[in-house]
């Protein structure tokens, strides 16, 4: 970790400084949001509209605070694609590509990178593994494909890694199809005193 951590300010200056082009509105907007809450965002925007660059932010800001990160996707194809974009992103930013590791139940790649992009079902076992997994100093958690907590086979692992993951980890759920974002976000505050 580095002796004096940026400002959230100075990072989404730094952050939309290095964009080679103008965000979307909806980009923007999540941007800002992201740097500026306590407790994270819930960001619904049609596929294509680039909610990547947000999720983005977040590995951005772990990497900045030397603070860990983990994306998440329920897929591990996707987990494996994510990984080789986030590894492209870090280089880009300046950092070393093994900063960003993957772990999925068959395939680890530098498991103990500030950046760990996993399948949800890792994610879910870190958390139930307290012993063995301090998130102490886990800043962010990215949940991508957020819509899978509808599934009925695995919405469970989404709906207890938000009751397990402490209060001070800041979330980024991404989806192009939350139904009710407005139910769901009070379910999220009554049951698990979160905002986000």
């Known amino acids: 970790m580095t002796d004096a951590s940026p400002s959230r300010a100075d990072l989404v200056g730094d952050y939309l400084d290095q964009i080679p082009y103008d965000p979307y509105p909806v980009q923007e907007e999540a941007l800002l949001a992201w740097f500026e809450t306590d407790q994270g965002v819930l960001v619904c925007a049609p596929t294509g509209t680039g909610k990547t660059l947000i999720a983005e932010a977040a590995m951005y800001e772990a990497l900045k605070t030397g603070r860990t990160a983990y994306y998440t996707t329920p897929l591990i194809a996707l987990t494996d694609q994510k990984f080789h974009e986030l590894q492209d992103a870090a280089e880009r930013w300046g950092f070393d590509r093994d900063q960003v590791g993957l772990v999925t139940g068959n395939r680890k790649v530098n498991p103990h990178a500030t950046v760990l992009v996993v399948v949800a ?12 997994f301090d998130f102490g100093s886990v800043s962010a958690v990215v949940m991508d494909e957020f819509h899978s907590f509808n599934d009925p086979e695995r919405g ?3 709906e207890l890694s938000l009751a397990l993951l402490p209060k001070h980890v800041r979330l980024m759920l991404l989806s192009a199809t939350v139904g009710n974002a407005v139910e769901f976000l009070t379910w999220l505050r009554n049951s698990h005193g979160r905002t986000l």
């Not at 079902?121 to 063995?132: C, G, M, T, V, Y």
């Open 156 to 158: 469970i692992v989404w």
């Open 121 to 132: 079902e890792i994610l879910l076992n870190r958390l139930l593994d307290a012993d063995s």
